[in-house]
């Protein structure tokens, strides 16, 4: 397995949507089309991220899919930002005193993309109308992070439509724990199950 990260994109506000997506997309275009002279398999790319790399990464498949190519083989999408009504449950539970707040993604979102774009499937996946034939996907949640329940409903929305999906939340946990392994075991059993993830969805399948 080849790994190759981060994706370096170019930033709000400078460059608003669709930038982003758009930069991630020739990203993972450009790998695949190269991928083997690094001794890769193009049939094996994977995308993933965390918030709003979580976000892209949902987000490229959508492209590749309506695009016609490159092929994504799976996309593993921590507390990803996939909508921004700002009006679920976790929002009204978790929106104040758990690190991230419902002001700071109003102030993310409205320095990332202009108000008129917000339902745009590239900027909000949970918006698309068709999420079938997309990749398996693995999807974390925090129970206290205000993008739990989108996160969750857009991993249900991909097992309706017959994409193999592997959903966790980490109960007790906050937006960003992931990056915390050195101080939680949650972090460590996470960064872990990703890796499984990847491995098994990801490995050849040998004949018996």
């Known amino acids: 397995m080849l790994w190759l990260y981060p994706v370096h994109y170019r930033l709000a506000p400078e460059h608003k949507f669709p930038a982003a997506p758009e930069d991630c997309y020739a990203a993972a275009k450009w790998v695949s089309e190269n991928i083997s002279k690094y001794n890769g398999d ?26 016609g190519g490159p092929s994504i083989a799976y996309q593993y999408l921590i507390y990803p930002v996939t909508d921004f009504t700002f009006d679920t449950g976790s929002y009204r539970e978790n929106g104040e005193g758990h690190f991230l707040e419902t002001a700071g993604m109003h102030w ?7 108000k008129e774009d917000r339902t745009n ?22 129970e206290y992070g205000v993008l739990r329940d989108e996160g969750e409903e857009y991993a249900d929305r991909l097992k309706e439509e017959g ?5 966790t939340r980490y109960n007790g946990q906050i937006h960003g724990f992931f990056w915390m392994s050195e101080i939680m075991d949650d972090a460590r059993k996470s960064i ?3 890796g499984n993830s990847l491995k098994k969805n990801l490995s050849y399948k040998h004949s018996s």
């Open 108 to 114: 993310f979102s409205d320095h990332y993309i202009d």
């Open 163 to 167: 994409v193999p999906v592997e959903r």
């Open 121 to 142: 499937p590239y900027a909000a996946p949970l918006r698309t109308e068709n999420v079938s034939n997309l990749p398996p996907a693995l999807v974390i949640t925090a």
């Open 42 to 67: 193009p049939e094996r790319l994977a995308v993933g991220g965390d918030s709003a790399g979580g976000n892209l990464a949902a987000v490229v498949p959508l492209m590749a899919k309506e695009r």
């Open 192 to 194: 872990e199950q990703v």
